[in-house]
C-alpha cells in the first residue's frame, strides 16, 4: 500500500473544521504508518466577502498542536508537519522567510497556486474577459514565473489546479495547447530537485482523472522528473488517502514510475510502489 497521505487539511486552514483527532483516527484506522499535515498558508490573500476565508496559518498553535498530537499517538503513526505554502511572483521573499524561521519545524512544504495576479480560478470572474484556454494558460505561465523567481517549496502542487474550475469542465484541457509552458517549468525544477504531486482530491470533486492530467505526469516523468508525492488533499476525515490504490498507483505504474517520495525534515524518501 501507499504509506503515506502528504497533502491533508485540518481545522488550521480556513476552508476546513476537521479536528486532528479525528484525521489522525482515520490514518490509523486506514493502516496508513505516517502522514503529513500542510495545512494552508496563502501569503497576501484577498478575503473574499462570499465565504470569508483568508487562508492564513497560526503556525506557532498548529506546531503547538501537531506535538500534542505525537505525544498522544506517536506510539501508533509517524506525524509529520507541513504546509501549503500559496505563491505568487510577489511574495517570494515572504515565503523565504517563512521556510527560513521554521526550518527546524517543517518536514514539507507544498507551493501551489491558488491566485494569478490577485484573482482565484474558482470564481468565475477568473474566466470574465478571456478564453478558458487563455485563463489555463494564464495560470501554467504564473507558475513559470513563480519557479524562476521562488526555490523555497519541495513539490508543486495540484499543477493543473486552474481546470477544475473551468466553465466547459476537464474536456477542455488538452495538453498541445500548454506543452510548450510546462516544460519551461519543468526545465526549471527538476535540476533543483523539485517534484510535483499526484493529488487525488479532484477524483471526489467529479473529475475523472486526479490532478495533474496523466500527460503533464508523463511530460515530468520523461524529462527525467522523479520526485512525485502521493496526497489527497482531504479536507475532511473519510477523503483520506482517496483513491490511492485504486487509481495514483495504477496511474503512475503505468507511466513507468517505480518510487514516490515522502519527506522528513524537508528531504525525500523513496518509497517503492
Avoid: W
Avoid at 496559518?57 to 506517536?74: C, M
Amino acid at each position: 500500500m501507499i504509506i503515506c497521505d502528504s497533502h491533508i487539511h485540518s481545522e488550521f486552514s480556513s476552508d476546513s473544521s476537521a479536528p486532528l483527532d479525528s484525521i489522525i483516527q482515520k490514518a490509523i484506522q486506514l493502516g496508513i504508518p505516517k502522514i503529513c499535515l500542510t495545512d494552508h498558508h496563502d501569503i497576501d490573500f484577498p478575503i473574499n466577502p462570499e465565504d470569508g476565508f483568508d487562508f492564513q496559518l497560526d503556525f506557532d498553535s498548529y506546531f503547538a498542536a501537531i506535538d500534542e498530537i505525537r505525544h498522544r499517538y506517536g506510539d501508533r503513526i509517524d506525524v509529520r508537519s507541513g504546509v501549503e505554502l500559496g505563491l505568487m511572483n510577489t511574495v517570494a521573499g515572504k515565503a523565504r522567510d517563512i521556510a527560513d524561521k521554521y526550518k527546524n519545524e517543517l518536514d514539507f512544504i507544498i507551493g501551489s497556486s491558488h491566485l494569478v495576479r490577485g484573482l482565484d480560478p474558482y470564481y468565475p470572474a477568473y474566466y470574465e474577459g478571456r478564453t478558458e484556454i487563455e485563463g489555463i494558460r494564464d495560470y501554467f505561465e504564473s507558475i513559470l514565473e513563480n519557479v524562476t523567481l521562488i526555490d523555497d517549496f519541495d513539490v508543486y502542487g495540484h499543477l493543473d489546479y486552474v481546470v477544475r474550475y473551468c466553465p466547459s469542465g476537464e474536456k477542455i484541457f488538452r495538453m498541445a495547447d500548454y506543452n510548450d509552458v510546462l516544460e519551461q517549468i519543468f526545465k526549471i525544477i527538476i535540476p533543483k530537485g523539485k517534484g510535483i504531486e499526484i493529488n487525488t482530491g479532484s477524483l471526489y470533486k467529479n473529475m475523472s482523472y486526479a490532478h495533474p492530467h496523466m500527460d503533464i505526469l508523463k511530460l515530468y516523468k520523461d524529462m527525467g522528473g522523479e520526485i512525485i508525492t502521493v496526497g489527497s488533499d482531504a479536507h475532511k476525515p473519510e477523503y483520506l488517502c482517496y483513491d490511492f490504490e485504486t487509481y495514483a498507483r495504477d496511474a503512475l505504474t503505468s507511466l513507468g514510475y517505480r518510487y514516490y517520495c515522502t519527506f522528513k525534515n524537508r528531504k525525500p524518501e523513496f518509497n517503492p510502489l
